[in-house]
């Protein structure tokens, strides 16, 4: 099936690393970008931003059954990889790898990367087990391609940051490249999951971007942290179905802010629901 | 003071993948051979094998705070780092990493890796946090050498295979090495450890081997499995201080034998006490 798309790809490890190694060979920067498939513009820029600084972009497609929850949307999580093949080869990455479960969790797989730090509060409140499947699969992504760089969305930016942890925690010998969150026209951060939304929820997803900026402002303008954060929660509460948080943390560490001004680097970081489509967005202070 | 040492060596993972990189341009293969130091034949008899299949062999010297317990020997843990240099040096060893325990642990550090499987039972019985310090500080070591191979001794089989899994399961790009048990004249398994047992003790210790080498005799000619691991723990109970294990597995995933008589490749384990000093040894059936 993967010889019929329209980008040349691979679904062992063995044919990742015997394509790598000969790149490496005659001397190519690799670069690389994770995802789970359902590919937008926003993958489409990462993939931009990896070949600023390689000379070939490999792109992974796999949805980790182990970053889902029970009754998360794994199943349904949309999956639509020819078309995701069509926008990597027109965005000029050169090979796409596609494992299937068993390649990347074979019997007797029996092995987990934990990161704390970062990984603390936020998506763990709503999501504990997310980071454990994320930090494992990364690690194995990042071992199976070996790239030079790596780039990941800021859409995600607790992501980043645990992966950022990660890597240097592991000595893993790799640059991991935060790229900015592209947007719609109306500001929401792009997104796999905002297909779930009915033109309704649309409408109203798009208000997510606009309460986080408002935020991020009066922070910056010197605005005490706690009523302001109050406040825009009130905000997304009368918008939203429910909200997960709306927080301001040190952009760094994600650690809680206890001063009663920002002073240092800071991010502003939410996640809510419209309807049954959870969101999440982030922003610098 | 690392400058003084008889052999070359570096103490940061900067300088160290300098060296490795300047070799793997020459197209040398680079062995790895990690280790806690207080070096003996067994440990040098890793290096030779290193260099059975490897240009270049780096030996690390570490001891790792994250696989001790409370109450545990990290404190008393012999650390002789001149001689061990000059040991490595006469054995062909062409590079020594000895980091400190900030090289490897810096502030803010907050990644682990866990391994169940092999890890299940045994020593994990004894030293719940045991594997996951090794699989921790191994995967890191593993990344800062990025060796061709890794060397370790059966003398420590769980750790062995629990290392195998690792490097398997996380895709580590690294051939893992298990190189056969050195023992003195009387069978003992040399170890770091077997220095701090008096001469009494040390007698004693010279037991261990033999127990062990008689229940894999038995288990070889097809005794049933329950009774000679029965007889062999009252054995070993006469001779020793206690008896954490002894206990025959399956040699490649270390699950219990559910089977009357052994049929498949087999494994005798035990951990036992001398006085303060705890050992363990291994054969296979």
Same mark, same amino acid.
């Given at each position: 099936m993967l010889e019929s798309l329209p980008i040349d790809a691979v679904d062992t490890v063995a044919a990742l690393r015997r394509q790598v190694q000969s790149w490496r060979k005659d001397g190519h920067r690799i670069g690389f970008v994770p995802t789970m498939g359902a590919l937008h513009e926003g993958h489409l820029s990462l993939v931009t931003r990896a070949l600023e600084d390689?000379?070939?972009?490999?792109?992974?497609?796999?949805?980790?059954?182990?970053?889902?929850?029970? /009754?998360?949307?794994?199943?349904?999580?949309?999956?639509? &990889?020819?078309?995701?093949?069509?926008? *990597? $080869?027109?965005? %000029?990455?050169?090979?796409?790898?596609?494992?299937?479960?068993?390649?990347?969790?074979?019997?007797?797989?029996?092995?987990?990367?934990?990161?704390?730090?970062?990984?603390?509060?936020?998506?763990?409140?709503?999501?504990?087990?997310?980071? /454990?499947?994320?930090?494992?699969?990364?690690?194995?992504? &990042?071992?199976?391609?070996?790239?030079? *760089? $790596?780039?990941? %969305?800021?859409?995600?930016?607790?992501?980043?940051?645990?992966i950022r942890r990660l890597a240097r925690d592991l000595d893993l010998p790799v640059d991991i490249v935060g790229a900015e969150t592209s947007r719609d026209r109306d500001g929401l951060a792009l997104s796999s999951r905002n297909a779930y939304l009915s033109p309704a929820e649309r409408e109203r997803a798009g208000r997510l971007n606009v309460i986080l900026a408002e935020l991020a402002r009066e922070i910056r303008s010197g605005q005490p942290l706690e009523p302001a954060q109050m406040a825009a929660r009130e905000r997304a509460e009368a918008v939203f179905d429910s909200v997960d948080y709306i927080e301001v943390r040190d952009a760094d560490t994600l650690e809680p802010i206890v001063a009663e001004r920002v002073s240092g680097p800071a991010r502003v970081l939410a996640a809510v629901r419209v309807g049954k489509t959870r969101l999440i967005d982030n922003m610098a202070v």
């Open positions: 390689a000379d070939r972009v490999v792109a992974s497609i796999f949805v980790n059954p182990a970053q889902f929850a029970q /009754g998360e949307d794994f199943d349904t999580y949309p999956r639509t &990889l020819e078309s995701d093949a069509a926008k *990597l $080869a027109g965005a %000029g990455c050169h090979l796409l790898f596609a494992p299937t479960v068993m390649e990347m969790y074979p019997n007797g797989f029996a092995s987990s990367v934990h990161v704390e730090g970062p990984a603390f509060g936020l998506e763990s409140q709503s999501r504990p087990h997310f980071f /454990g499947g994320v930090a494992t699969v990364v690690t194995k992504l &990042l071992n199976q391609v070996q790239p030079d *760089l $790596a780039v990941f %969305g800021e859409k995600d930016y607790q992501q980043l940051l645990v």
